[in-house]
């Protein structure tokens, strides 16, 4: 993650500690997605000379919090000197066997989509911060989910157990993941923007600036959920694999289709929609 | 490493093949210096949107045939936007056991002080890119030696099997980095300068510069070397070991006694040398 691209550090945009956590919870949020253990992670910073070491410490400690709350070790890295503040995280993940892991091609026509949590925070935060929304309450909801976001580990593993087809996390959002899925599975997702589940104040920012929620939701990216297809007779199965986690439930937004590949967006009226490209910064 | 702290990519500076290479190589370094085996390493770029595919891939492949020609799996990374070009690079080595390994502490007072080549050749380089040396037989002869430069791993893993001490790699030059292994062990390395092993061409263009060759071996960094403290009884299994590997040999550079902690720099007479701090860029 580099500054100027994926994050901003001025006023009212990223903290320090945030992009610490966010930069861990990028890699993490990969393993993830393919069901398996963290293991270890090694932090590369680039420090502007002018950033001091207070918040480079601040950026540090915060990725180090996240690693302990969820059992990564943070096993080496390197400091440099760099033009602009910027964060590498290699993130090395486990499984026990290769057949344990879940990877994004394998899904199959006739397959449920579904996918973890509530979406479109951080799109929300990101107009918010823009000066595109206003302060409101639902503006503070919206930040406040974003800054709670954690990388979905226990759930990714619990799904891949339930047997499922494909998995990917939703760092770009389900426009533009979902047809990874489908790309990587020669078929074709077709997701019910309706059906999207929403993060909080996401509904409310929608309609102030004048654009359908599922916008939001689907092409905000930068979600950290995950996004999976498997058999409709393992529906019951994957939803008590998340409930047992305690934190999210699942929202199936869509069905697998011969065709494409890649993904269909879909009105109410079964239309297919196409969404304006959000940048992906925070 | 980033464009413009660690490397140059004007006109006779760095081409996108070195950065791959060294970017690569410094890591691999630090794996030789533990005497482990190297595993899978991950590459993460930042490419400015004016760098171009080509370039892009110039880079990438250099590391590629680095990895190949040292038993390394580039196993995975990211491609980001980034104002400066920037590579980060996380190197994985392995060993059978904790104790196959080789730390920075552990030297003691009556070892002998070894270094793997010949030094010097990236400090000669450097003041031949920047201008004030000429482009003479002799900097041809220490460029060439900088472009075939590669870690040291198989006599890293000889080293250690040896049963050395401690040990480092040369990516500061021996002014620091064995200072590290004074400090890491709580004794002092008495370094002769007038022992150091010179690269082809150091001595010329030092003459050039009007400097001593000791100071471009000591502190022109970069040389991917391994200096390393052993018994004195250990010195015939060190050099056999080095010599096995048929691309290099040991010098013996000093001694370690009592004190410091720290590096002492001597010259021909004995005393203490302070020597001028060497940018390292290439």
Do not use: K, N
């Amino acid at each position: 993650m580099v500054e100027g691209v994926h994050f901003r550090l001025q006023e009212g945009w990223a903290t320090p500690a945030e992009v610490g956590h966010r930069a861990l919870a990028g890699a993490l949020s990969d393993i993830a997605a393919m069901g398996a253990e963290p293991g270890e992670a090694y932090l590369a910073l680039g420090i502007p000379a002018d950033f001091g070491e207070e918040r480079a410490l601040e950026l540090v400690r915060a990725a180090g919090r996240l690693a302990a709350s969820t059992g990564t070790m943070i096993a080496g890295g390197d400091v440099v000197a760099s033009p602009a503040l910027m964060v590498s995280v290699t993130a090395i993940g486990w499984a026990d066997s290769a057949g344990d892991l879940v990877g994004r091609d394998g899904s199959q026509p006739g397959d449920i989509v579904g996918v973890t949590g509530r979406l479109g925070a951080s799109g929300a935060a990101l107009a918010v911060r823009e000066g595109r929304a206003g302060r409101s309450p639902a503006a503070e909801q919206a930040l406040a989910h974003c800054g709670g976001l954690t990388p979905r580990l226990p759930e990714g593993r619990a799904i891949a157990a339930a047997g499922i087809h494909a998995m990917v996390d939703l760092s770009d959002g389900v426009a533009t993941d979902a047809g990874h899925l489908g790309r990587a599975g020669g078929v074709l997702l077709e997701v019910e923007l309706a059906q999207l589940p929403l993060a909080p104040g996401v509904a409310e920012i929608a309609q102030e600036l004048g654009v359908p929620a599922y916008e939001l939701a689907a092409a905000g990216g930068e979600d950290y959920e995950l996004c999976f297809c498997a058999a409709p007779g393992d529906r019951g199965a994957v939803e008590a694999a998340v409930a047992a986690s305690g934190r999210t439930q699942v929202t199936w937004i869509g069905v697998v289709r011969e065709g494409g590949p890649g993904v269909l967006l879909a009105d109410e009226r079964g239309d297919a929609v196409q969404l304006a490209g959000w940048e992906h910064v925070f």
